[in-house]
C-alpha cells in the first residue's frame, strides 16, 4: 500500500495542478479585466454577488459533497455506490433551488444590507446561479469519492473558467455592464455543471433506473450533519468579512478592494487545492486498514513540498504588496499593498498546515471540525466587527489572518493527537529558514541600488531562483522524493531519467555527509 498510495496522490495531484493551474490563470485573468473594466464600486458588486454564491452554494449542499467523497471508495457494488449518489442529490438539491429562489426573488432587501443598493440587478442573477454552482459542488465531490481527477478537472478547472472568460471578454467587447458581467458567470456555470453531469453519468449507475438504489440517508446524514454545521461557521468565517464590509462601509467599493487583494493571496494555496482534493479519499482508505505510518508518511511529504514551494510567493508578496497589485489589477487598487502583505502571510500559514480538515475528515472526525469551525467562526466574526468600523478592509485582512491561525493550530493539534501527524518537520523549517534569508539578502541588496519597484522585484527573484533550487536539491531531496519522482519519470516515460540520476546522485552524497 505504501508506494500505491503515493502514486495515486502524485499521479492525481499532478493532473489536478495541473488543471489549478488552468484554472487560476483563466480565473485571474478573469478577475483582472472585470476589476480594470469596472470601478471598485461595480467590482464590489460582483464580488458581494461571488460571495452570496459561495455562501448559499455550499451551506444548500448540506455538507453531503464531503460525505459522498468519504463513503463512495469503501463499496465496490453498483447498488451501494449508486444509492450514495441518488441519496446525496435528493437531500441536497431542493434545499439549493429553495435558496436560490428566496435569493433571486428578495434582491432589494439583500442589497440594502450589505450596502449594494446599486447591485440589486446582479444578486438577482447571482441568486439563480446558487442551486447551479450546489450541483457543481455535490457532482465534483462524487468524481473525488471515485478518485477521478480528470472529470473535475475538464468541468470544474477548465471549462468554468475558460467559459467565464470568453464570455466576459464578449461583454466587454460590446460594452456591457456589471450586470451582464454576473450573466456570463451564469452561463459559464451552467456549461461546466453539464460537463461534469456527463461524466458522472459515464462512471456510474447514478441516472440508471434500472439499477436498484441502496438508500443511505441515515448514513450521509449522520456523517453529513456535524459537516453542514462545520460548512455554516467555515463559510462564515471566509464571507463574513465582504458582507460586514458592506454592511458598515454602506458601499461595494470596499469589498471590490478586498477582493482584489484576497484572491492575489489566495495564490498561496494553489499547491494546497489539488493534494486536498486527493489526500481525502487515500487517507480514508488507509485508515480504514489502520495504515497510520503510511498516513502520516503521504501527508508529511505532501505538505513538505507544498511549503517549499509556495515560500518564495509568499515573500514576494509580503516585500512588493503595491508592485504586484499595481502590476495586475490596477494602481487604482494599490492602496491595498498592506492589506495584501497580512492576507499573504495568513493564507502561507494556512499552506504551511497542509489539508488538515480534509484529513480530519477522512478519518471520521467531521464532529471535531463542526466544533473548531464554530469556535473560529464566532472569533472571526468578533474580530471583524471589532476591526471593520475602524480600519475597512484592512481590519478585515487583520481579522482573516488571525482567525486562519487560530484555526490552524487548531486542527493541527487534534491530528496529530489522533494519528500523529506533524505537517512541518524542523529539517524543512531549517531549509525554509535558510531559503527566506537567501530571499531577503538578495532583496537588501538589490534595493541599494536606484531602480524602479519592479526592477527592484524582478533582479531579487532572479538572483534567489537559482539559489533556492540548490538548496532544495542539496537538503530538500530525500528517498521518499526520489520514490514518486520515479513515479513520474514513469508517466512521462523515462524523459526524466537524466535528471533522475542527478537527484539520486545528490540524496547520495548529501546521506554521506550526514
Known amino acids: 500500500m505504501s508506494d500505491s498510495s503515493l502514486r495515486t496522490l502524485l499521479g492525481g495531484s499532478v493532473v ?57 471508495p469503501r463499496y465496490d457494488d453498483s447498488r451501494s455506490t449508486r444509492g450514495v449518489l441518488v441519496s446525496a442529490f435528493r437531500m441536497s438539491i431542493p434545499v439549493a433551488v429553495l435558496v436560490g429562489a428566496v435569493t433571486a426573488l428578495f434582491p432589494a432587501r439583500i442589497a440594502s444590507v450589505l450596502g449594494g443598493s446599486d447591485a440589486v440587478g446582479v444578486i438577482r442573477v447571482f441568486g439563480l446561479m446558487i442551486p447551479i454552482a450546489a450541483l457543481l459542488r455535490l457532482t465534483v465531490g462524487s468524481i473525488r469519492g471515485l478518485q477521478l481527477a480528470t472529470p473535475r478537472v475538464y ?47 459515464r462512471h456510474t449507475a447514478v441516472f440508471d433506473v434500472n439499477v436498484p438504489s441502496k438508500t443511505m440517508y441515515r448514513d450521509l446524514l449522520l456523517f453529513s450533519a456535524p459537516l453542514l454545521i462545520s460548512s455554516m461557521t467555515y463559510q462564515m468565517f471566509t464571507n463574513i468579512d465582504v458582507f460586514l464590509l458592506g454592511y458598515f462601509t454602506g458601499s461595494t467599493a470596499p469589498i471590490g478592494v478586498y477582493q482584489v487583494v484576497y484572491p492575489l493571496s489566495q495564490l498561496l494555496t494553489v499547491f494546497l487545492g489539488p493534494v486536498g482534493f486527493m489526500i481525502l479519499p487515500i487517507i480514508s482508505e488507509l485508515h480504514s486498514e489502520k495504515n497510520e505510518d503510511e498516513i502520516r508518511r503521504v501527508y508529511r511529504v505532501a505538505v513538505k513540498w507544498v511549503f517549499l514551494f509556495m515560500l518564495p510567493v509568499c515573500l514576494t508578496f509580503v516585500l512588493f504588496p503595491e508592485t504586484i497589485i499595481s502590476y495586475t489589477f490596477g494602481e487604482k487598487y494599490a492602496i491595498a ?17 497542509g489539508p488538515n480538515a480534509e484529513a480530519l475528515t477522512s478519518i ?18 468578533g474580530l471583524n466587527v471589532a476591526l471593520i468600523p475602524h480600519y475597512s478592509y484592512f481590519g478585515a485582512a487583520v481579522a482573516t489572518a488571525l482567525s486562519f491561525c487560530l484555526l490552524n493550530v487548531i486542527v493541527t493539534v487534534q491530528l496529530y493527537r489522533r494519528v500523529g501527524i ?29 531602480l524602479r519597484q519592479i526592477s527592484t522585484m524582478l533582479v531579487t527573484a532572479a538572483v534567489f531562483a537559482p539559489a533556492y533550487a540548490v538548496i532544495i536539491i542539496r537538503f530538500g531531496i530525500t528517498r521518499e522524493e526520489l520514490a514518486l519522482f520515479e513515479t513520474a519519470d514513469n508517466r512521462f516515460e523515462g524523459k526524466l531519467r537524466s535528471i533522475k540520476r542527478q537527484l539520486r546522485h545528490v540524496s547520495r552524497r548529501t546521506d554521506t555527509e550526514e
Request: contains cysteine; proline residues 2%; hydrophobic residues 60%.
Open 422 to 450: 506533524r505537517p512541518v518537520s524542523l529539517e524543512v523549517l531549517r531549509i525554509g529558514a535558510i531559503g527566506a534569508l537567501a530571499f531577503i539578502a538578495a532583496w537588501a541588496v538589490t534595493r541599494q541600488f536606484d
Open 337 to 353: 499593498g498592506p492589506t495584501l502583505a497580512v492576507l499573504s502571510l495568513a493564507f502561507f500559514t494556512h499552506s504551511m498546515a
Open 364 to 381: 471520521g472526525e467531521s464532529r471535531l471540525i463542526m466544533y473548531d469551525n464554530i469556535i473560529v467562526a464566532l472569533a472571526n466574526v
Open 16 to 72: 489536478l495542478f495541473g488543471g489549478m493551474v488552468c484554472q487560476l490563470v483563466l480565473g485571474f485573468v478573469a478577475r483582472i479585466v472585470t476589476a480594470r473594466y469596472l470601478s471598485p464600486a461595480e467590482y464590489g458588486a460582483i464580488g458581494l454577488g461571488i460571495s452570496l454564491v459561495t455562501f448559499f452554494g455550499t451551506l444548500s449542499v448540506l455538507g453531503v459533497d464531503m460525505g459522498v467523497a468519504r463513503f463512495l
Open 155 to 201: 468541468a470544474k478547472d477548465i471549462a468554468l473558467p475558460l467559459a467565464r472568460l470568453v464570455l466576459i471578454f464578449a461583454v466587454i467587447a460590446v460594452g456591457g455592464t456589471a450586470f451582464d458581467i454576473a450573466l456570463a458567470y451564469l452561463v459559464a456555470y451552467v456549461i461546466a455543471t453539464a460537463i461534469a453531469f456527463v461524466y458522472l453519468g
